[in-house]
């Protein structure tokens, strides 16, 4: 059980170059998310998804977009770089509400990314 | 505005003393409250949780954390430190939607140092 992995662990990016943050769970969780840490900002939720097919805006989605075709795979796109998107991103997964589960979010490893 | 406030940047104990991370929170309806933990370069594992019930609840690797309605907290502790106890803490409290949610809002988390 690998639990939620990610990919790349790093990356370096030229402004307005465009890639694509792999994230995958094993644990076969409905939600998923993304998140965005900067130093002493804590952890901002970028998007969620309730399941294949389903995503949502979280508190900081500009920038960015995000596909759920499967219930293990929850990419995030950058299209156009910018430097303001130099951070770590953190992938989370979780069993749904109201499952009896649901209460704790299972994170990777992290990809940390420079926009130059 | 649902709030997670964490005070203290950081923390420092000499190993073998009790430690405190202090958390407040401001959200409404009854809150699921949670402490993480981020060792350098790694993502988050979670550490323990608060949903109902007892005030205090205890958590992995000797952790504990009351749970203070009136004082809208939720303080994490142990009654005595270990160098290894040292990395990045982070509460967060999962906000009563009403619907289909399981997001979190976390804090900008406290940097625990303890010193041999």
């Known amino acids: 059980n690998a639990g939620v992995t990610q990919t790349p662990k790093f990356r370096i990016l030229k402004i307005g170059q465009s890639m694509t943050l792999q994230c995958a769970q094993d644990?076969?969780?409905?939600?998923m998310y993304w998140y965005r840490q900067d130093p002493g900002m804590g952890l901002k939720l970028i998007y969620y998804s309730v399941g294949a097919g389903i995503t949502d805006k979280g508190e900081v989605p500009n920038g960015y977009n995000v596909s759920r075709s499967t219930t293990e795979d929850f990419p995030l796109r950058l299209e156009l770089a910018a430097p303001s998107q130099t951070s770590v991103y953190f992938c989370a997964s979780s069993y749904p509400e109201g499952s009896g589960r649901d209460n704790e979010q299972f994170f990777g490893p992290g990809t940390r990314l420079t926009v130059l | 505005a649902q709030s997670v406030a964490q005070p203290e940047d950081q923390v420092n104990v000499a190993e073998g003393n009790p430690l405190t991370v202090k958390c407040t929170y401001s959200?409404?309806?009854?809150?699921?409250l949670f402490w993480y933990v981020q060792y350098p370069n790694r993502g988050l594992q979670f550490l323990l949780k608060?949903?109902?019930?007892?005030?205090l609840v205890k958590g992995s690797y000797g952790f504990e954390a009351e749970f203070n309605k009136s004082q809208t907290s939720f303080h994490l502790k142990k009654p005595s430190a270990l160098v290894s106890d040292s990395a990045l803490y982070f509460c967060?409290?999962?906000?009563?939607?009403?619907?289909?949610?399981?997001?979190?809002?976390f804090g900008t988390g406290t940097l625990l140092a303890v010193q041999p």
């Open positions: 967060a409290v999962r906000p009563y939607y009403g619907g289909a949610t399981n997001k979190l809002i």
């Open positions: 608060y949903i109902t019930g007892d005030n």
């Open positions: 644990m076969n969780h409905n939600y």
């Open positions: 959200v409404s309806g009854n809150p699921y």
